[in-house]
């Protein structure tokens, strides 16, 4: 059977379409995802089979069928989690962080005994931190963004918007050099450091569209979500050559005969 595969942008979108107040379904963003892999299939008319030949989780199963999702167990949320190219996601590991170490963030679930598509939005953002930053690290990124973890309405973006922000981002970087991304600080000047982006417009423009919701916030304050979106955009850039690197030394082991 082959595999369900979306990537961060599509996933973000995903949990973003949940909301009661979405514009956008579901079962459109899985379309769209499914039909990248299969625009011969469908041009040739020969869509169900390939559709047939694919492995479909129980939790898009019911997303599929229009199904209600107001909240998303632990093992919905590694199921998803699966479905992301690079990931590394697992239920043990989220058990961990709920119960242990990022326990004061993601607290108890939210919505009834389930999570929230924050919480879930919050599990994806360490599972990609972690490719480049400790835990302790990622706890100091938190305070900055989400300031008292026990209260939701002093954050200064929501999880699930930060993840639809740098997802975006990295999809630009994808299409670019490895080095695109890379970003020179200013000298001291009293002020926060900002980091001025190289001669990227797209890379450029995907940024400024996340900054453009958060018109709210202050100087200060857009600085920290800027380069929290930075920081995650190149955690996700070092999931991918991880990947890639287990590929190859998977490569090498299987064909050796």
């Given at each position: 059977?082959?595999?369900?595969?979306?990537?961060?942008i599509?996933?973000s979108?995903?949990?973003?379409?949940?909301?009661?107040?979405?514009?956008?379904?579901?079962?459109h963003i899985?379309?769209?995802?499914w039909?990248?892999?299969?625009?011969d299939e469908?041009?040739?008319?020969?869509s169900?089979?390939?559709?047939?030949?694919t492995?479909?989780?129980?939790?898009?199963q019911?997303?599929?069928?229009?199904?209600?999702v107001?909240g998303?167990?632990?093992?919905?949320i590694?199921?998803?989690?699966?479905?992301?190219?690079?990931?590394?996601?697992s239920?043990?590991?989220?058990?961990?962080w709920?119960?242990?170490?990022?326990?004061?963030y993601?607290g108890?679930?939210?919505?009834?005994?389930k999570?929230?598509?924050?919480?879930?939005a919050?599990?994806f953002i360490?599972?990609?931190?972690?490719?480049?930053?400790?835990f302790?690290?990622?706890?100091?990124l938190?305070?900055?963004?989400?300031?008292?973890?026990?209260?939701?309405?002093?954050?200064?973006?929501e999880?699930?918007?930060?993840?639809?922000?740098?997802?975006?981002l990295?999809?630009e970087i994808?299409t670019?050099?490895?080095?695109?991304?890379?970003?020179?600080?200013?000298?001291?000047?009293?002020n926060?450091?900002?980091?001025?982006?190289?001669?990227?417009?797209?890379?450029?423009a995907?940024m400024e569209?996340?900054?453009?919701?958060?018109?709210?916030?202050t100087r200060p304050q857009?600085?920290?979500?800027?380069?929290?979106?930075?920081?995650?955009?190149i955690?996700?850039?070092?999931?991918?050559f991880?990947a890639?690197?287990r590929?190859y030394?998977?490569?090498?082991?299987f064909?050796?005969?």
């Amino acid at each position: 059977m082959e595999a369900f595969t979306l990537s961060r942008i599509e996933m973000s979108g995903l949990l973003l379409s949940l909301s009661p107040h979405s514009e956008q379904r579901p079962l459109h963003i899985l379309q769209e995802a499914w039909t990248k892999f299969h625009r011969d299939e469908v041009r040739e008319g020969t869509s169900l089979p390939a559709f047939l030949s694919t492995d479909i989780p129980p939790i898009l199963q019911k997303l599929i069928k229009g199904g209600a999702v107001k909240g998303l167990s632990l093992g919905e949320i590694a199921s998803l989690g699966s479905l992301i190219e690079y990931s590394t996601l697992s239920v043990t590991a989220m058990q961990n962080w709920v119960k242990r170490d990022f326990k004061e963030y993601l607290g108890s679930p939210r919505e009834g005994k389930k999570y929230s598509i924050n919480q879930a939005a919050m599990l994806f953002i360490i599972d990609d931190l972690k490719a480049a930053l400790d835990f302790e690290s990622i706890r100091q990124l938190f305070r900055v963004l989400f300031l008292v973890p026990e209260r939701d309405d002093d954050d200064l973006v929501e999880p699930a918007q930060l993840y639809h922000g740098y997802a975006e981002l990295f999809e630009e970087i994808k299409t670019r050099a490895p080095m695109a991304a890379q970003a020179a600080a200013k000298p001291p000047s009293g002020n926060p450091k900002e980091f001025q982006w190289k001669s990227d417009s797209g890379i450029r423009a995907a940024m400024e569209r996340m900054m453009k919701r958060l018109s709210h916030l202050t100087r200060p304050q857009r600085d920290a979500v800027q380069n929290m979106l930075l920081i995650a955009a190149i955690s996700v850039q070092t999931c991918y050559f991880q990947a890639m690197a287990r590929q190859y030394f998977n490569a090498v082991l299987f064909l050796d005969f």
